[in-house]
């Protein structure tokens, strides 16, 4: 269930004529886009979101969308915890032609409807801020033997040796 100030529905304009700021948790299991992680659906999410007019009148939405998923590794095949955060930034816009008109640095939220679910939000932004492979820092076991990949075997002590694989995973 959503707590705090967490409504089912955000009216954008409204809110963010009105600069309202929206701020609860709420759980995995509560947005179906998250269903298929069936191990983290009673893991928090924590939407802190503020609407606000900028300087040049336009309308934004800006905060945070954070949660934990237990998802798989990609070297053991065992559990590992992710923490999730979304950082949102995003100027309303009403056309295709206000999009394009936006200077390139900011991300414009096409608005369909006004009335938009808030699961809709918090579905995209944190599937977006997914990792692409999740990895232990450490796994807890040993490899299996004959698994070839010699090269992490030799490098498990070295912390920069993870981070190397990990942000080579990345690209
Ligand atoms: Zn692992």
């Not at 609860?24 to 998250?34: H, I, S, T, W, Y």
């Not at 191990?39 to 802190?48: C, G, N, Y």
């Not at 977006?128 to 299996?144: F, G, N, S, T």
Request: charge should be negative; aromatic fraction near 4%.
């Amino acid at each position: 269930m959503f707590s705090g100030q967490l409504l089912p529905y955000l009216d954008l304009r409204k809110f963010s004529d009105q600069e309202r700021v929206i701020e609860g948790e709420a759980q995995v299991e509560d947005f179906p886009r998250l269903r298929e992680y069936r191990d983290s659906l009673d893991q928090p999410v924590r939407v802190a979101l503020a609407f606000c007019r900028d300087d040049d009148g336009r309308r934004r939405l800006q905060g945070h969308i954070q949660t934990r998923l237990i998802l798989v590794c990609q070297r053991c095949l065992e559990p590992v915890e992710q923490d999730i955060t979304a950082a949102v930034d995003l100027v309303l816009v009403w056309s295709e032609g206000q999009a394009k008109a936006l200077p390139a640095e900011l991300e414009p939220l096409l608005v369909v409807d006004d009335r938009m679910p808030l699961s809709d939000l918090v579905e995209e932004e944190l599937l977006l801020a997914m990792p692409l492979v999740a990895l232990h820092d450490q796994c807890p076991r040993p490899l299996p033997d004959g698994s070839g990949e010699r090269e992490e075997d030799t490098d498990s002590d070295n912390p920069f040796a993870v981070l190397a694989h990990l942000k080579g995973r990345r690209k």
